[in-house]
């Protein structure tokens, strides 16, 4: 099957031991909920479903959005990591001076002397055989002057007529220099050596809110987390909180920690990467959160995750970090399914906490909580954590959040395959089962039931591994991918396309 970007396929799924763990997004909670359904098993790295769903037993776990019914895995066509820095919107060509002679006397006979000999021109200055009919030398070089500052002035005018338009015709909060536009805190409030959650809690609890979005034309029927990145008003959160009052233009609302209530516009937002950028205007309490690097964690490092589980607001807990570039996948239809190489916590992380901040020590954001693993769900209800949740990597936050306030959208990675994602895992690679012509993948000599084990060196379990480490690049980025044929490895390299998403 193949999702609504054309870029993914799964085989069918086969059963899974009754013991496995499922993952489920730990999303918008809702206040209304449909009867729970039970996902098909999966034997592919962790996926993530929602917690209103009747979690299915399998090994890995199944991460979802809040929607009740819970996800469901589409295949997904063979991807990378959404990023780059795609160009913003185009600016208006600034007119300058036409070019072109200015008429003269060049080249025909000298008045009074009909049929003479034609003129010799010196430097564009003509001969003159009349003191009445001569023109200073200043003329010409004065006329181009100011031909070039009218034109440079018409450049000025109509340049900032079309930034004028751009900015009407763009969404709302939406900035064209993306986070260079906005002003974004780098800092570390607290120094390394701080070992206080309450410290941590005291920094990143203003910075932190609560989302209400519409859902299924109920307002507030959605809730989730957020938390400020700059100081115009910016506000990120998981995608799959918002989805449905993204679609059908419903009420989205955020609610900070001394319960202000604010209406917000929604920027833009990515299915794949599970993330939303909201803007509010006029809220002057916003503080910025610091933005970190999850790429400097280590396994075992103590992190705090805040948010609204349970639609309990300003909701602070603590654990460390179990792991990281873990695989996992949200979403319950092939519209709206995500990979993501998250970061694993044991953090109590809950329905609710979706979109919320996961921090460090020092009180930088390093992860977006998005995701928790379930073993079932539980008798009359949702079932909650067990401490196993997962976050989107700030670093990707970045990348996408960058993308969407400048355009509007967000862009992914793609070479133009589809790989395998479902049935019996070998744990030994990626199989190719199509090739799309005139992709990257075609370019670089792929075939179908080519086995793809590993990206630039590193070891590629399945296709949900695949698809998770490319989109850890940039479009636009060349990678090498070793592919197995025949019994024989050998390493292509792909130039990714990219796909918006």
Do not use: C
């Not at 205007?281 to 075992?300: M, V």
């Not at 490319?470 to 396309?497: A, F, K, S, Y």
Request: glycine share 14%.
């Amino acid at each position: 099957m193949t999702d609504q970007h054309g870029d993914h396929s799964e085989s069918p799924p086969a059963d899974s031991p009754s013991d496995g763990a499922v993952t489920e997004p730990i999303g918008g909670l809702r206040f209304r909920h449909d009867e729970p359904r039970q996902s098909g098993p999966r034997t592919a790295p962790p996926a993530w479903t929602p917690p209103s769903a009747a979690a299915p037993t399998q090994p890995l776990p199944r991460a979802s959005g809040p929607h009740p019914s819970g996800p469901q895995l589409s295949g997904p066509q063979l991807s990378g990591r959404q990023g780059g820095f795609p160009p913003g919107p185009p600016r208006g060509p600034y007119p300058g001076p036409q070019q072109g002679s200015a008429p003269g006397p060049w080249n025909a006979p000298p008045p009074g002397f009909p049929g003479g000999p034609p003129q010799t021109l010196v430097l564009g200055r003509p001969e003159r055989s009349s003191r009445h009919g001569r023109l200073g030398g200043w003329v010409w070089p004065t006329v181009a002057a100011l031909a070039m500052v009218v034109g440079l002035l018409g450049g000025a005018v109509g340049g900032a007529a079309y930034d004028r338009w751009v900015d009407s015709t763009s969404s709302p909060g939406a900035n064209r220099e993306g986070l260079d536009g906005v002003d974004t805190r780098d800092e570390a409030p607290l120094p390394p050596e701080n070992g206080s959650v309450a410290a941590v809690a005291q920094e990143l609890l203003p910075s932190t809110v609560q989302i209400a979005a519409e859902f299924d034309g109920q307002e507030g029927g959605a809730t989730g987390s957020g938390f400020v990145i700059d100081r115009q008003g910016h506000v990120i959160t998981n995608n799959h909180v918002v989805a449905d009052a993204a679609q059908n233009d419903g009420l989205i609302e955020i609610v900070d920690t001394d319960g202000n209530r604010y209406t917000a516009e929604l920027v833009g937002r990515s299915p794949v990467y599970d993330l939303a950028v909201l803007f509010v205007e006029d809220a002057p309490n916003l503080r910025p959160a610091a933005l970190g690097a999850s790429r400097d964690l280590r396994i075992g490092e103590a992190v705090v995750a805040i948010g609204s589980p349970l639609g309990l607001s300003s909701t602070v807990t603590a654990g460390i970090v179990s792991a990281l570039n873990r695989p996992v996948t949200t979403g319950d239809s092939a519209d709206d399914t995500s990979y993501i190489d998250a970061v694993q916590t044991d953090a109590a992380i809950n329905p609710g906490n979706s979109g919320g901040p996961l921090v460090n020590l020092r009180g930088e954001v390093v992860g977006v909580n998005s995701a928790i693993a379930t073993t079932g769900g539980g008798l009359g209800g949702e079932s909650g954590n067990i401490g196993v949740g997962f976050a989107i990597p700030i670093e990707q936050v970045r990348v996408t959040a960058d993308q969407i306030l400048k355009t509007g959208e967000a862009r992914y990675p793609i070479i133009g395959a589809t790989v395998q994602t479902g049935g019996r895992d070998s744990g030994e690679g990626a199989v190719v089962e199509e090739v799309q012509s005139d992709t990257p993948a075609e370019r670089a000599g792929l075939e179908t039931d080519d086995v793809i084990t590993a990206v630039d060196g590193d070891r590629v379990a399945n296709g949900i591994a695949l698809i998770v480490m490319i989109r850890t690049h940039q479009p636009g980025e060349t990678i090498e991918l070793t592919v197995r044929r025949g019994g024989e490895d050998r390493q292509v390299e792909v130039t990714l396309d990219s796909k918006v998403g």
